[in-house]
């Protein structure tokens, strides 16, 4: 057994702030880490230390391996989270914290390594008798033996990217005459964006759901499934809402699936939290997707429905401990919704939006959770994901819990940027979604194809009015700040505050 008195979290934002406030609930110290463009962010002012690691952005920052460790150890943390994103999968970053004696709280880097190539972890789930779609055994080079892999399984098919993830080097092919072009395309982002270029061919499932199950295995051989979570309204391969359970999953699905995850983790020697994703298509068959070997973003409406804490959980099992809980300990308490709120433009596809939050306000209620790093004044900048919070609805059934997640929609206030609110409360309205009959076409099938109705003269009137309201708003303030500048002092001896005795480390 190990004791983690204090825990640096090598991450920023929400999920560094849900990881603070659990490390203090367990009477752990906590550590954080700040980029410059994070200096005034609110999330390393809620942790116990606050170092500075400089730079603007992520490479100059948070991905800076060495000198966060040697902060973890000047600073006496034991143990190093790791978030989701950044180094949260980097299985050298995992080896050197195992090198240097710090935990890494996650599994050990050879589980990451092996787990972190598509064809490696496929075969590994071929081993464990977890089903997997048809596919290239090995990566493949030659794009002539590619195509004939590709015609002989039959189109559609997927070009996919050994390396890494987020739909980054993964190419969808409908025809032999663009499978070349494709090949090459999909080769280069590969190894532009993991630099590696090695990729897969593989048979493209039509109408596919994506259903994740989350898990939990420690180091005395207790192995738990949480259920699952259902993933598949996204946009660019990457998820907007989430749900826990499925509306497709019976019961006899939902234990084949979890065990078939189960038996994975174990065929590697995987240790705490870690997510099996898969696709299922139209006839209800799953296939094994990817394990993704961290905390997943989604994670808490899987907290909501099973009333475990998932962060508590990982820090036991780092420590050495068993499980708290076992499998006969897991149900289902009603249903979870989770809106991530992203500073996009989701009326001009999705694209990133950025700026001031001139006014931001959250929704409350009874069964209400959001997840933020953000408050009012702050800044959404380029540098870094542009996820401002997660929304998490919890009720008695699936329709409550929706309707709460409209209510709370319609309650959130963000003025200074656009969010992707206006399409969660579309896609929530929506009978597919309603029904439960969507797949991972949701956005292409009916938000781009939507008729768009002309905004009414009061509703354009009312953003004017708002446009100008704001544009005086920043003039006077930009005025108030020059003659401020020019007539402010400094004030000699001051005392330190709390903020200013914050340490910097560069």
């Not at 207790?222 to 019961?251: D, F, H, M, Y």
Request: glycine content about 8%.
């Amino acid at each position: 057994m190990r004791t983690i008195k204090k825990v640096l979290v090598a991450n920023r934002g929400e999920i560094a702030i849900r990881v603070f406030r659990t490390l203090r609930e367990m009477g752990i110290k906590s550590v954080a880490v700040y980029s410059d463009s994070d200096k005034d962010a609110r999330f390393h002012r809620l942790a116990d230390e606050a170092y500075c690691l400089g730079g603007i952005t992520s490479r100059e920052s948070y991905l800076r391996q060495e000198l966060i460790i040697d902060i973890a150890k000047k600073s006496g943390a034991d143990a190093i989270h790791p978030g989701y994103g950044f180094l949260s999968e980097n299985a050298e970053f995992a080896k050197r914290c195992e090198e240097s004696g710090v935990i890494f709280i996650g599994p050990k880097s050879s589980v990451i390594r092996a787990l972190g190539d598509k064809i490696e972890a496929k075969k590994l789930a071929i081993k464990a008798g977890v089903p997997v779609a048809p596919s290239t055994p090995d990566a493949i080079g030659d794009v002539n033996e590619a195509k004939a892999f590709a015609e002989k399984i039959g189109y559609p098919v997927l070009i996919k990217a050994s390396a890494g993830g987020g739909g980054k080097g993964m190419k969808k092919v409908e025809r032999p005459e663009e499978f070349e072009s494709l090949f090459q395309l999909a080769q280069a982002e590969a190894l532009s964006a993991f630099g590696d270029g090695r990729v897969f061919i593989e048979k493209y499932l039509e109408n596919p759901r994506h259903i994740e199950i989350q898990m939990l295995l420690d180091e005395h051989g207790n192995g738990v499934w949480l259920n699952e979570r259902e993933c598949s309204i996204q946009r660019r391969n990457q998820k907007v809402i989430e749900e826990a359970p499925s509306a497709i999953l019976t019961p006899e699905m939902r234990r084949e699936m979890g065990e078939c995850a189960i038996r994975l983790a174990k065929e590697v020697g995987y240790t705490n939290a870690g997510t099996c994703e898969f696709l299922v298509d139209k006839n209800l068959k799953f296939y094994f997707l990817e394990v993704n070997t961290r905390l997943q973003v989604e994670h808490p409406v899987t907290e909501m429905t099973t009333g475990f804490d998932l962060v508590r959980e990982q820090i036991r099992v780092a420590e050495g401990k068993p499980l708290s809980f076992s499998q006969s300990d897991v149900k289902i308490n009603g249903h979870a919704i989770e809106c991530r709120i992203y500073a996009e433009d989701s009326e001009n596809d999705f694209l990133p939006s950025i700026g001031k939050l001139e006014r931001y306000v959250e929704p409350q209620g009874l069964g209400v959770r959001v997840d933020s790093g953000v408050e009012q004044g702050g800044e959404i900048t380029m540098y870094f994901d542009p996820m401002i919070a997660k929304l998490v609805t919890h009720d008695a059934d699936r329709q409550k819990a929706i309707d709460k997640m409209l209510r709370a929609l319609r309650e959130y206030e963000i003025v200074g940027v656009e969010t992707t609110i206006p399409f969660c409360i579309f896609a929530l309205e929506h009978e597919a979604f309603r029904s439960g009959r969507f797949d991972t076409h949701f956005v292409q099938n009916y938000y781009r194809n939507r008729a768009k109705a002309e905004p009414s003269a009061e509703t354009k009137e009312v953003a004017a009015a708002v446009a100008a309201l704001l544009a005086e708003k920043r003039k006077s303030a930009f005025a108030a700040n020059g003659a401020a500048a020019q007539t402010a002092q400094p004030v000699p001896n001051a005392p330190a505050t709390n903020w200013e005795r914050r340490k910097a480390y560069r």
